[in-house]
């Protein structure tokens, strides 16, 4: 595994997300409640908490878990990746990666630190793959045991509207995981507002997902691989 300042994910195009791991402790008064469901899709009884979540995946030798996508399938992933996911009749794919870093990088720039973080050079290596790429959402979401930094985003492949969406997961500052979702977008959307009932359900969907992550503790595995 190649180790760079920012290790780039690929899928159709050049992407990454973020989610620094960041333990809290907060009261009951003060604990993050977790963000609404789209408007959309408020009121149907068949899309409430977990429920449009199907599967579940676990990976102690990766140290991560999360829930999955109704319908999603779990398929060969590449060598680089933890695990790949298809639902092949939505168009769907998802991507979990691990990967770590030379050098240590915040999840995002600010002035206490380096002027960009992992978020802008995502964002940044995503326009230059894709000039005319419609960036939806970019900024750090409190997940309660987790920050996550998120970014959405429309792209062009092969003649075809992409909507990507990414997740990093912070577990140090030099070790992060990924979980990236592309759908089919819709063909004329632009920015937040769009009435395509396929994006609202996939964003959704990895919203769902996202909020199901749990980083596993690798010492064990670590302690037995040692012990061979």
Do not use: H
């Amino acid at each position: 595994m190649n180790r760079t300042p920012m290790r780039t994910f690929a899928l159709s195009v050049v992407v990454i997300a973020a989610v620094a791991l960041v333990p809290v402790t907060l009261s009951a008064a003060t604990a993050p409640q977790p963000p609404a469901a789209l408007p959309a899709l408020q009121g149907r009884p068949d899309i409430v908490g977990e429920e449009m979540l199907g599967g579940t995946f676990q990976s102690p030798l990766a140290g991560i878990a999360f829930r999955t996508p109704a319908n999603c399938v779990q398929v060969k992933a590449a060598p680089e990746q933890v695990a790949r996911f298809l639902n092949e009749k939505a168009g769907w794919e998802i991507i979990c990666q691990r990967n770590s870093s030379a050098q240590p990088m915040p999840l995002m720039g600010g002035k206490d630190g380096p002027k960009l973080g992992l978020l802008e050079v995502v964002a940044a290596r995503l326009k230059q793959a894709n000039p005319s790429v419609d960036i939806i959402r970019q900024e750090v979401e409190d997940l309660g045991e987790y920050q996550a930094g998120v970014l959405v985003a429309r792209v062009s492949a092969v003649g075809q509207r992409k909507l990507f969406q990414q997740s990093i997961i912070q577990a140090n500052d030099q070790l992060y995981y990924s979980l990236t979702m592309t759908s089919i977008a819709s063909k004329d959307a632009k920015g937040v507002d769009s009435d395509d009932v396929g994006e609202k359900i996939a964003v959704e969907s990895f919203r769902q997902m996202l909020e199901t992550v749990k980083l596993l503790d690798r010492a064990p595995v670590k302690l037995d691989q040692d012990q061979r």
